[in-house]
């Protein structure tokens, strides 16, 4: 299994934001899920447009757990749902591929891959990384690892710390602060 790193720079963000919506209004707004609800992506390709369309909240059973997820839909992610479900069956599957499937996960790899390498971000980063991403600004901003620790179903608050990239980030500082 690959490790990949969370998207730490708001304007490396904001960069991959600006190619996924140059490729369309679905890459973007998986993208946009996963950054701003901290969902794995088998959770995200999962949803139907009836788990978010005219919804004020999504209500999810993750995957991997089987655990019950309720969580509000953001105001950045309201206006986008509510034009990607314009007109659309509420039994469908919310992101779909060009042959009308419900879009797999090695699409949405690649896609979020090659919008990083594009940006010319340097680490390694895939769908996973939407998730991280979502983590390490949550905690960069409230600086509650319980609660984050409680949204991503972790054991541990070190667990969520060393999964979101602060513990090694931590490390690096003490290493370039320390000099004998």
Known sequence: MNIVEPIRKKSDLKKVEKILKKKG??????????????LRISDILNLDVSDVKNRTYINIV????????KFPINSKLKPMLE????????DEPLFMSKFKNRLGR??????????????????????????????????????????LQKIFNHSSPAVTLSYIGIEQEKIDKSYANFIL
């Open 83 to 90: 034009e990607f479900t314009k007109g659309r069956n509420a």
């Open 25 to 38: 209004l679905r890459d973007l707004l998986i993208f946009t899920i996963g950054t701003n609800c901290g």
């Open 106 to 147: 090695v699409t949405v790899y690649y896609t979020i891959r090659e919008a990083c390498q594009e940006a010319e971000l340097e680490e390694k980063f895939g769908t996973h990384s939407m998730r991280k991403t979502f983590g390490y600004h949550h905690y960069k901003k409230f600086k509650d690892v319980a609660m």
């Open 62 to 69: 993750e995957q991997k757990t089987g655990k019950s997820k």
